[in-house]
């Protein structure tokens, strides 16, 4: 495993944001397109679990996103970042909700 400074992980702007539609992308068998508020900013986020998640599972929830990566564009859609998850050896992924209390928008580190 390679070792990293901590200076290295606060690059990463890490924020909670709520899915507030979500679906699945034509002509494609894992990519699904997220509208997240991120409070005051709303983006587009393409995420590749469709073949473990359906839309309706992520719409109305919490989850932590990385804002600053370079946007990407994925079936002709751009995403501006990236939803976390786990993930098993075997591909198996995990949501990783936040509670409802946590405002849409806080900072995670």
């Not at 998850?85 to 995990?94: F, Q, R």
């Amino acid at each position: 495993m390679e070792l990293y400074d901590v200076d290295e992980f606060w690059k990463f702007d890490l924020r909670v944001g709520l899915v507030k539609r979500a679906e699945k992308l034509k002509r494609t068998r894992k990519l699904i397109k997220l509208d997240v508020d991120f409070g005051g900013e709303e983006r587009t986020v393409i995420t590749g679990i469709a073949d473990q998640y359906s839309p309706e599972e992520l719409e109305g929830k919490k989850f932590v996103f990385v804002l600053n990566l370079k946007p990407k564009k994925l079936s002709g859609v751009e995403s501006q970042g990236m939803l976390i998850v786990a993930e098993t050896e075997d591909g198996k992924v995990y949501l990783l909700p936040v509670p409802e209390e946590v405002p849409v928008g806080t900072r995670v580190w």
